[in-house]
């Protein structure tokens, strides 16, 4: 079969489908005189075939949230946080790192703290400290994973908090008197899961709502990390809505959400 | 809004928010791409932890790239050849200590092994393999010689052209196409061996009974 040596190479291309007619109709030709060669175009179409057919769950691996928020900084900062719970990089030299820490990176590790059950306890600390935790959540949360562009429904937003945290509320009725457009509810893996995270539109801007329950602290007005964030209690809840927008704007939307929400 | 009061003077952190606003933004397309930058380090190095360290040197070495992506290019293929380049650097290193065998070597003996794949008549193998359970077909990929695993993860699982791997493993187009294709036939007779174990094994099972 003095053929095959010459088509050996077209063997691959012929089946991805990257071969033009008439090359491919001459593989064609010689298959079908040929078990040999027809045997192993068809050994390796059943494999690519079947590997194809099963992407989705040979896909299956994502990378770890903690992966996520470290490579989110490195690409955004060009830094790595070192924050409990990172892994010490061989070969790397912490010294090369440290000199390129700008001020800026001690905010920039806060952003990617991630996890961990301290937050929770952080509750029972100052608002500052608090806030900050939730800034960095509202940055990763909308950054991180692209929701701006998302809308879900009140109710489907509602049921959810009622499902995780028990929590029947009631959307403000009508959010679009103030310009706020909801995007939806994420459940927060903040504080052991027991945070509530809302998360709206405000003239294109992202806002967050967030609720903890069993904790009452006095009403204020934190600024942190460049965001401002409202702070109130209701009914042995605490929210806290976290924007970048002036004080006075953020006063005015907390506000109406603290009115509008049942 | 009585019920509010101040808290604290402002830190001036503007520049903290540029890279998260702005849905589009290199930073956010580039993290686009985590999951299947993590799925193939994984296939590379065969161990969650070394995969993520390899992620996260491959957005810190796109990060002090930035300057040399071309914009309107493949960013996800950008990253992939990142990635690879950083894992070669690390096989490399590695082989300094100790002797390994290298790609060529490797791609030898396995053409020498799977020369007699052409005579193997058409078999039911091929409708057989159809069942083929997730995790023995997870369990055979992972089984294959690295430069065979890497050639046909980029091309069948991953979705990239010839000349995007070719890039990618710093090879020629006609490497890469030799490589999916012996990958491919090392697969399928190991999955068929698989196979006919397992249905040798249930017939015996079966006669015992």
Redesign the interface.
């Known amino acids: 079969m003095p053929d095959?040596k010459k088509l050996d190479?077209l063997?691959?291309?012929y089946?991805?489908g990257?071969l033009d007619a008439p090359s491919r109709a001459e593989v064609d030709a010689h298959a079908h005189v040929c078990?040999?060669?027809?045997?192993?175009i068809?050994?390796?179409q059943?494999?690519?075939?079947?590997?194809?057919?099963?992407?989705a769950?040979?896909?299956k691996?994502?990378?770890?949230a903690a992966?996520?928020a470290?490579?989110?900084a490195?690409?955004?900062?060009?830094v790595?946080p070192l924050f409990p719970g990172s892994?010490v990089?061989?070969?790397y030299d912490p010294f090369s790192l440290r000199a390129r820490l700008r001020p800026?990176a001690l905010?920039?590790a806060l952003?990617v703290v991630v996890g961990g059950a301290f937050l929770y306890q952080l509750t029972d600390r100052s608002?500052?400290v608090m806030a900050a935790e939730l800034v960095a959540d509202h940055?990763k949360c909308?950054?991180?994973n692209?929701l701006?562009?998302t809308s879900q429904s009140a109710a489907l937003v509602e049921g959810s908090m009622a499902s995780s945290f028990g929590w029947r509320v009631q959307l403000p009725a009508r959010p679009q008197q103030i310009g706020l457009e909801l995007v939806g509810a994420r459940p927060c893996l903040y504080g052991e899961g027991r945070i509530a995270h809302i998360m709206y539109r405000h003239n294109g801007?992202?806002v967050s709502v967030f609720m903890l329950p069993r904790t009452a602290r006095p009403?204020?007005?934190?600024?942190?990390?460049?965001h401002e964030a409202?702070i109130?209690s209701a009914g042995n809840r605490t929210f806290v809505l976290v924007a970048?927008e002036p004080?006075e704007e953020i006063?005015?939307v907390?506000?109406f959400v603290h009115a509008a929400l049942h | 809004?009585s019920?509010?009061?101040?808290?604290?003077a402002?830190?001036?952190?503007?520049?903290?928010?540029k890279?998260?606003?702005g849905?589009g933004s290199?930073?956010?397309e580039?993290?686009?791409c985590?999951?299947?930058?993590?799925?193939t380090a994984?296939r590379l190095t065969r161990d969650p932890?070394d995969a993520?360290?390899l992620?996260?040197d491959?957005?810190?070495k796109?990060?002090?790239a930035v300057d040399r992506f071309e914009p309107g290019t493949n960013l996800r293929a950008w990253l992939f050849t990142i990635l690879h380049n950083t894992a070669r650097n690390r096989a490399r290193?590695r082989a300094r200590d100790t002797v390994t065998a290298d790609s060529e070597t490797v791609e030898r003996a396995a053409e020498t092994a799977s020369g007699a794949?052409?005579?193997?008549?058409?078999t039911p193998?091929?409708l057989l393999?159809?069942n083929?359970l997730?995790p023995d077909?997870?369990a055979a990929?992972d089984a294959l010689p690295g430069v065979f695993r890497e050639a046909?993860w980029l091309?069948?699982?991953e979705e990239f052209s010839?000349a995007e791997i070719a890039a990618m493993l710093a090879v020629p187009v006609?490497t890469v196409?030799?490589r999916?294709?012996r990958g491919?036939?090392m697969?399928?007779?190991a999955?068929s061996r698989a196979k006919t174990l397992k249905t040798i094994q249930s017939h015996a099972r079966l006669q015992e009974a």
């Open positions: 095959c190479p063997v691959t291309p089946v991805d990257e078990p040999p060669c027809h045997s192993r068809a050994a390796e059943t494999v690519r075939e079947l590997l194809v057919a099963r992407r769950t040979l896909q691996d994502c990378a770890p992966l996520r470290r490579c989110g490195a690409v955004e900062k060009g790595v892994r990089k061989k070969g800026l905010a920039a952003v608002a500052r940055i909308f950054g991180v692209r701006l562009g801007r992202p009403d204020e007005v934190v600024d942190v990390m460049g409202a109130w970048r004080r006063q005015r907390a506000s | 809004m019920g509010f009061t101040s808290g604290g402002r830190p001036a952190v503007p520049e903290l928010m890279a998260t606003t849905a290199f930073e956010t580039a993290l686009a985590i999951d299947s930058l993590y799925r994984l932890a993520e360290d992620v996260q491959t957005y810190l796109a990060f002090r290193d794949g052409l005579d193997q008549p058409v193998e091929s393999l159809r083929t997730d077909l997870q990929v046909v091309r069948d699982v010839y006609g196409m030799s999916i294709s491919r036939r697969l399928f007779d999955l």
